[in-house]
């Protein structure tokens, strides 16, 4: 199954009798016909998975040998998967046996890899039976097998738009501090197949878990990792049954308990994203230079596009927001980091901000506190500025003072009511007419006045913008769009939620007026306490996925309108009016990014015009 740039594959551990192959084909035959149903493009099995691992002395044997083409024949005979199926056998060449990597589909072999590296040391004695296939392939590029000739050694599998390249290693490869995966991601594979055969132990899993998560970290890509189960010996170790499938640092998919019977697991590969990581990423490009290999050869593999895909996972619904209490512990450290640089730098302890009693104010006040009680400052010097207009609801109000007082910070309130209609007056607005006009008169009053206390008091004005609304284009130009230095820039809305509701049980004083506060509609309240943001701007849940899934992970507007139907269950309709209504201001509101205060990094993604985005003021959107 392949569509929209996903990428169904599977790693399949069967339950094996020693030395029986065709008892073994047959038990990879039921996996398959499993696979096939559940749309999987590319599936891998153990290495030496048709004799078993564990067959010893016997591989010297011409009976085995025989029996295993028997059985890898039948097995082409009665395929019943449509896609590529990677499997580990061996192979005789002058009386010289190589343990192998085989690539089949369908009736065809495609592609036959020796294994480069062999364990020597503890259990294993791979080098009493094979030779290590790094010479041969110097000189050897076909081999006939079956009556096929079959390219041999270094290669790639690619399908016809080389949207998907893979290729394939054999167990000790990966633990090799030089392990073939390198030259084989350097040169283009976005996938590495490994057919293992490895045994538990206390810790290996962890291992396992961390080669196979560096190793597609550095190169942004994936690797299968699929090793034999318990069932075909134990008879000097017991063999993990451990199924891995890592992508770009993160493990999508796993199966690690000991087993004996058939076991198989699937999973979703992104290969757009990884495309897009790799595009942006110069550590890649540099590799190439270095490890680039005209050795490898290029082997087509079939690969259709699917009508629809069926996810084993969907993506992440809020893939900005951590899944771990000590990621929203490490947010807190990283702004009150930062701002306590910023303060030594500027050589006060005051700190001035405007609290409204919504969500990203509330949030800044929070991650004042905890700077200032790390730093040993006195919460007095955070100067908590109300600033209503006519348009302020009681709630929100009220909600800014009760929160200031339990935190025990300095509490101002100065309205903006008679100066905004002076301001209005001033430029011939009628007070009456609620646009934009009358609006951004507010949101630039409250700013100058804060900025002016800022000053008087020798102090830093805090803005309390956040990434969705900075994406957006949700702020005043010369207004809350300004500020000496941005607390909350680099955290979607979706985060900020979560980073206050942890709050509660930091300052459990806090927890009642959070409570209100998280369940209060977001609201500017420029027209009133009625003013809903999300009714102009749609859900910020949803605009912080499309955030997400333009600038980390790189998918095209068609793709992330597919996803929101998937994700959120959005009707196509709704779908497209989101994502062309994101469209339309993320590019539109460049300008405002442009001269945005000094905000510190937190997540994957910044949207500083200094940092990270680079982009003109006047980029014209896609055509979506």
Known sequence: MYF?????????????????????????????????????????????????????????QKYLYQDSLKAIQYLLNNNPFSGVIIFGSYLTINDTLYNCSFVVQKKKVLGIIPKTFLPHTNEFYESRWFASGVNLIKDLKTVRFLGQEVPFGKMLFENETREVIFGAEICGDIWAPTSPNEKLYANGALIVFNSSASPAHIGKDEKRHLLTRSTTMKFNSSYVYVSNNASESTSEVVFSSHL???????????????????????????????????????????????????????????????????????????????????????????????????????????????????LDSTLALLSLCKAYDKAGFDRKNIIAVSLPSKETGERTRGNAKLLAEKLGCAYREISIASEAEKQLDLIGHDRYEKDATYENVQARLRTTILMNLANKEKALMIGTTDMSEIALGWSTFGGDQIAMYGLNAGLPKTVVREVVKYYREVYPET???????????????????????????????????????????????????????????????????????????FFSQQFKRLSMPESVKILEISLSPRGELKMGGDFYPPQT
């Open 4 to 60: 929209q740039g996903y990428l169904k594959v599977a790693a399949a551990s069967p339950k094996a009798r020693l030395g029986d192959p065709l008892y073994n084909v047959k038990a990879m035959v039921e996996i398959l016909k499993e696979a096939e149903k559940r749309g999987a493009a590319i599936i891998c099995f153990p290495e030496l998975c048709i004799t078993g691992y564990s067959v010893g002395d016997m591989l010297f």
């Open 244 to 358: 891995l499938i890592s992508e770009d640092g993160k493990i999508i998919g796993e199966s690690d308990n000991i087993n004996f019977e058939n076991n198989c697991i699937y999973a979703d590969i992104d290969i757009r994203k990884l495309h897009f990581l790799r595009r942006s990423n110069s550590y890649f490009k540099q590799t190439q230079e270095l490890v680039r290999d005209a050795a490898f050869q290029r082997v087509r593999f079939e690969l259709e596009e699917s009508a629809e895909y069926v996810f084993e996972k969907l993506p992440e619904k809020l893939p900005f927001v951590p899944k771990d209490r000590k990621d929203l512990e490490r947010i807190t450290e990283i702004q009150s980091a930062s701002v306590l640089k910023r303060l030594d730098y500027v050589g006060t302890e005051k700190t001035v901000l405007g609290i409204s009693g919504g």
């Open 511 to 585: 927890k009642e007026v959070l409570e209100d506060i998280l369940n209060t509609p977001i609201s500017p309240e420029l027209t009133g306490s009625a003013q809903r943001t999300e009714d102009v701007l749609g859900k910020y849940e949803v605009n912080d996925f499309i955030l997400y899934r333009f600038l980390a992970a790189g998918d095209d507007f068609q793709r992330i309108a597919y996803l929101l139907g998937k994700v959120f269950g959005l009707s196509d309709k709704e779908a497209e009016n989101y994502v062309k209504n994101f469209t339309a201001r």
